[in-house]
Structures are given as structure tokens and as C-alpha cells.
């Protein structure tokens, strides 16, 4: 299982951008997919899931009402749309998808693979 992650880059504050994270070698239609980003020097962060048979959303609450998270289970495709950037909120953002909870589905563990990692930068 292959999970790639592309869109991101250098955005101004202030301004969107939306990323992409497509699965191959396994479809996750009954499986979450989800975000996670990891700034220079912090911990790794959840940002944002969705579950695949019903589409329940989770948000981290300093993403909620800026940021969207969606999925395409024909193209089994996540994304992320991202709206008044900051930047506090430039970071490698990873896609992650897994079908099982470990304690719940903001916990890294849950995922079980994992995308090589976009990297947005917001200037000032």
C-alpha cells in the first residue's frame, strides 16, 4: 500500500491551498483516512480524519472552520482544503489511512500506513 500526498507548497498568510493524498495497491472505502502534520522541532500533530462508510469528519480544534477534510472513495482519494492559512500552521503535512482503532482516531497508532509527507510553508 502506497499513499501519496502532493499539493503542498508556499502560500502567503491569509491564503488556501488543498491537498491531495491518493492510496494505491489497497482501497479504503470501509477504512479512515486522515492528516497529520510535524513542524520543525514539535511533535507530530493530528489535524484531520474522515471515516470511510459514513464520512464522519474529525478535526483537531485549532483546524476547525479553516480546514476541510474529504474523501473520493471511487478515486480513493483524501484531501484537505485549507482556508485562512497561518503561520503557525506551516509544517510537513503526512497522510496516513488505517481500519482499526487503537484508543481513537486521532491517535497516530490507529494508522496503519502512511504518506511520504507534503510540505507547506505560510509566509507572513
Known amino acids: 500500500v502506497q499513499l501519496q500526498a502532493c499539493g503542498g507548497g508556499l502560500v502567503q498568510a491569509g491564503g488556501s491551498l488543498r491537498l491531495a493524498c491518493a492510496a494505491s495497491?489497497?482501497?479504503?472505502?470501509?477504512?479512515?483516512m486522515g492528516w497529520f502534520r510535524q513542524a520543525p522541532g514539535k511533535e507530530r500533530e493530528f489535524v484531520a480524519s474522515?471515516?470511510?462508510?459514513?464520512?464522519?469528519?474529525y478535526y483537531a480544534d485549532s483546524m476547525k472552520g479553516r480546514f476541510t477534510i474529504s474523501r473520493d472513495n471511487a478515486k480513493n482519494t483524501v484531501y484537505l482544503q485549507m482556508i485562512s492559512l497561518k503561520p503557525e500552521d506551516t509544517a510537513v503535512y503526512h497522510c496516513a489511512a488505517g481500519h482499526n482503532y487503537v484508543g481513537s482516531i486521532y491517535n497516530p497508532g490507529s494508522y496503519g500506513y502512511w504518506g511520504q509527507g507534503t510540505q507547506l510553508t505560510v509566509s507572513s
Open positions: 474522515v471515516t470511510g462508510s459514513r464520512g464522519y469528519t
Open positions: 495497491g489497497r482501497a479504503f472505502g470501509s477504512g479512515f
